[in-house]
C-alpha cells in the first residue's frame, strides 16, 4: 500500500535544474535512505513532498489520515522555554483532548439526561484516545526517549535559548520521536549525536513499525536502519532494493555498463562519419551514404555518463613546532558552571587525537578554551613555540550572507579571483556554489567552503569539531586520507570511529574528564 505518491515533480531555482521529472513511491512499511553527493536536491525533495516548496512541475500525492513528522537542518524550537517544555508541546493535541473532557464533566452537572447521555458517550470515546495514547504517563515516557538522546546530560529544565545547536538539533528529534507520527522524515539525524546515542535511534528505527525516509552521510547507521535506497544524482531519483552497501554494487555495475554502451556508440558514430564522408562525393556510393545518414540522424544518441566534481584535500605542512603544542594546568572549563575537574594534559608533536565521549559535556568547550575563544573558569593554557593551527567549528552562522567566493577571499586577500576560485573547485564545489551565499549552501557545501580556509593556510597542528557532519562519503574519504597524510599534530572530536580510527595514535574520552554523572 502507497502512503505517499511523487509523480512527475520538476524543480529548479534560477537557471539551476534540481529536479527534472521525477517520480517516486513510499509504500507502508518501507525504510528509505535518500542518498547523493551535498547539493544534488535531497533536501530540497523533502521540503516539496511536505509542502514547504512547491514545485515547477508534477504532483504530490499522500494518502488519507497519515501523519508526517519532519525533522530538517533549520527546524525551530519555540522561544522562551524549557527543554521539557517543548517537548510537551508534542501531546499538544492530548492535552486540548483533556480540557474537552473537564468540560464535558463540568457541563453535566446542568444538562438533561439525554444530553448527560451523549455526553457521557463523548467523554467514554475520549478517554478511551487517553488512555491508548499514554497520556497519563507522558512524563516518563518524555524522560526515556530523552534519556535515549542524551537530554537528560543537559537537563529538561534547561531554557532552550541557551542550548548549542547540537542541542537544539536533540531537542527537536526528541519531539518528533514523541509525536510518533505516521511517517518520520529525517534529514541528517545522526549529526551532533554521539555513539551512545546513534545506538538508541538506530535500535528505535529498526523497531519502528511505519515507514520513514532518512538523508544521512552516516553508511553504518543506513546499513542498519533501511532497506531501500533511492539515489538522486543529476536531477534524477533512482531506486535500489537493499541496504547501502548492495546500492554501491549495483550502481557501480550500471556505471560500467553505461560507459561500455557510450564508447560502443561512439565507435559505430566514429565509423558511420567516416563512411559517409569517404562515400557522399562518389556518385556509385552517394545512396549508401545517403543511407548511412539517414541512420545516424535516427540514433538516439547516448550523452556521456557524467561524474560530480571530487575533492581533492592536502593540508600544507610548516616547520614543526616545540616538543608540546599545548601545556595545559589545572584546567577548568564551562560557563556559568564548571563542566570538568581540574585537567592537566599535554598535546605532544606528530600525536593524532580523537576526542570523543558523550555529548553536552564540553568537548566542544574544551576545543574553544584551549584556543583562548572563550575563558577558563580556573586553571591555565600555554602554547608551545611555532605553533601555526587550522581550526573547522562544528557550525557556521545560520545568517552568513557571504558568497563562497569572499568568505575565502577575505582571508586570503593576496590571492587573485581566479586562484579562490580555483582551489574552491579543489575542494569539489560548482562555479554555482562558489557565486552563492553561505547561508543557502548545503551543510556538506558549506562545510567545504570552511575546510578550504584551513587547507589553504601552512599549519603543523589541526583542531577539527565534527568535520563529517554534512560531509558526502567521498568528501569523508578524502579527509581522512588528508588527515592520515598531514604530518603535523591533530586534535579531533569525532562520533565515527570508522572514520578516525585509521589514523589516531590516542583517544581521550570527555567522560574521565568530567563532573557530571554519564
Not at 1 to 28: C, P, Q, W, Y
Not at 76 to 95: E, H, M, P, S, V
Not at 166 to 184: A, D, F, S
Not at 202 to 212: G, S
Request: contains cysteine; charged residues 25%.
Amino acid at each position: 500500500m502507497s502512503v505517499l505518491d511523487v509523480r512527475n515533480v520538476t524543480h529548479g531555482f534560477g537557471a539551476r535544474a534540481i529536479l527534472e521529472n521525477v517520480s517516486f513511491r513510499l509504500l507502508k512499511g518501507e525504510h528509505v535512505a535518500l542518498i547523493g553527493a551535498n547539493g544534488e536536491g535531497k533536501s530540497t525533495f523533502l521540503n516539496i513532498i511536505t509542502g514547504k516548496l512547491m514545485p515547477d512541475e508534477g504532483t504530490v500525492e499522500w494518502s488519507k489520515r497519515v501523519t508526517v513528522g519532519y525533522l530538517d537542518q533549520h527546524s525551530a524550537l519555540k522561544a522562551g522555554t524549557t527543554i521539557r517544555q517543548n517537548l510537551r508541546l508534542a501531546f499538544d493535541d492530548l492535552f486540548k483532548m483533556e480540557q474537552e473532557l473537564l468540560s464535558l464533566y463540568e457541563n453535566m452537572a446542568t444538562a438533561d439526561d439525554d444530553e448527560v447521555n451523549k455526553m457521557m458517550e463523548d467523554a467514554a470515546d475520549i478517554q478511551t484516545i487517553l488512555d491508548s495514547s499514554g497520556f497519563y504517563i507522558i512524563d516518563s515516557k518524555i524522560e526515556e526517549v530523552a534519556n535515549g538522546l542524551g537530554l537528560g546530560d543537559i537537563g529538561l529544565d534547561k531554557p532552550v535559548d541557551e542550548l548549542s545547536g547540537g542541542q537544539r538539533t536533540k531537542v527537536l528529534l526528541t519531539k518528533l520521536l514523541l509525536q510518533n507520527p505516521t511517517i518520520l522524515l529525517l534529514d541528517e539525524p545522526t549529526n551532533y549525536l554521539d555513539e551512545n546515542h546513534i545506538q538508541w535511534l538506530t535500535n528505535y528505527l529498526q523497531n519502528y513499525e511505519n515507514a520513514f525516509i532518512l538523508i544521512s552521510h552516516d553508511i553504518p547507521f543506513i546499513n542498519n536502519v533501511c532497506n531501500i535506497i533511492y539515489h538522486v544524482e543529476n536531477c534524477a531519483l533512482t531506486r535500489y532494493v537493499g541496504n547501502y552497501e548492495e546500492f554501491t554494487r549495483i550502481y557501480e555495475l550500471n556505471k560500467a555498463k553505461e560507459e561500455r554502451e557510450y564508447e560502443k556508440q561512439q565507435k559505430e558514430i566514429g565509423k558511420l562519419e567516416d563512411f559517409i564522408a569517404r562515400n557522399k562525393a562518389r556518385v556509385a556510393t552517394r545512396g549508401m551514404a545517403n543511407s548511412r545518414m539517414k541512420q545516424l540522424e535516427k540514433m538516439d544518441i547516448l550523452e556521456r555518463p557524467r561524474d560530480k566534481p571530487k575533492p581533492t584535500f592536502k593540508f600544507k605542512e610548516t616547520k614543526a613546532p616545540s616538543r608540546f603544542l599545548i601545556d595545559a594546568k589545572d584546567l577548568v572549563i564551562g560557563y556559568d558552571h564548571p563542566l570538568t575537574k581540574p585537567l592537566n594534559f599535554q598535546v605532544e608533536r606528530n600525536k593524532k587525537i580523537a576526542l570523543v565521549g558523550v555529548n553536552g559535556l564540553g568537548k566542544s568547550t574544551l576545543l574553544k578554551t584551549m584556543l583562548g575563544i572563550i575563558p577558563p573558569i580556573s586553571g591555565s593554557v600555554t602554547f608551545g613555540e611555532n605553533v601555526a593551527y587550522g581550526y573547522f567549528e562544528q557550525e557556521d552562522s545560520r545568517n552568513n550572507t557571504k558568497t563562497a567566493l569572499d568568505e575565502v577571499w577575505g582571508e586570503y586577500p593576496s590571492l587573485t579571483n581566479h586562484e579562490v576560485r580555483l582551489e574552491l573547485a579543489r575542494c569539489g564545489l560548482t562555479t554555482e556554489n562558489i557565486t552563492s551565499m553561505m547561508k543557502v549552501l548545503s551543510g556538506g557545501e558549506n562545510a567545504k567552503v570552511r575546510l578550504c580556509k584551513i587547507l589553504l593556510k601552512e599549519l603543523n597542528f589541526l583542531i577539527l569539531d565534527e568535520p563529517t557532519n554534512h560531509l558526502d562519503p567521498e568528501a569523508k574519504d578524502e579527509l581522512e586520507k588528508a588527515l592520515r597524510e598531514f604530518k603535523g599534530t591533530i586534535l579531533l572530536v569525532s562520533h565515527e570511529p570508522y572514520f578516525y580510527e585509521s589514523f589516531v595514535t590516542d583517544v581521550w574520552n570527555i567522560e574521565d574528564f568530567t563532573t557530571k554523572i554519564v
